[in-house]
């Protein structure tokens, strides 16, 4: 019987060894320095933690090693002698020598970013947003496809500024623009990426909805809003100020 290839969050404790060099620091301190890192996934969570042999992890001490960021260890006896420490709880993390944020990197993702013709339209509440022909398309595995739209093609008049940024390992860091309509402040609608990574470089400057929170319409279909988290710190539309 054929089965759907199975992306996180997963039901059991899942690990993967890398052979990547991985470093993290504290200040002028080097906090960990492994050869012998394992990816782990635990329960529930759809990104993975390091892990590491306890003597490849520096003891943190003093008013540094507070709870949420002393290492510990696994419920597992497969992993006896690892431990993970939080991400937060260091300044930067390395793999090799290139930084990586936010959270380790999962090998069994893949992000492409690919020029398109299709034809996207992007409507709220009746509104027309924006509309394209000349789309870059991201596939990040296991996330709905992104309609990533020239700024040309985006309607500037109900665009307002917006402090929100967030960042993705893969992809880089990204910029918010809220919507206004009615008298209504739709928070965070459309993101961008000014200095994106390498890997999706061709995005830069372009404008991305969520697909949660518009209609989007493609080729002419409209396509079902996906299920799950409607943005990072999304709100209900609010009055404008």
Known sequence: MAVLHPTPPFDDLTYYPISRWIRATRGQDTIVDSQRALLVWEPGKKVP????????????SGAAASSASRPRGFADTGLDGYITIPWESLDHWFEEDEEVFVHPRDPFVRVDALKSSRHVRVERDGHLLAESDSPILVFETGLPTRYYLPESDVDPSPLADSDLQTGCPYKGFASY?????????????????????KEVAAVKGYLAPYNERVDLIVDGHSQERPAGPLGPRAEPSTPAA
């Open 177 to 197: 623009r809220d919507v206004l309509l009615d008298g209504r402040r739709h928070r965070g609608l459309f993101w961008s990426y000014q200095t994106p990574f």
């Open 49 to 60: 933690v390091y892990a590491f042999p306890r003597e490849d992890v520096a003891l943190v």
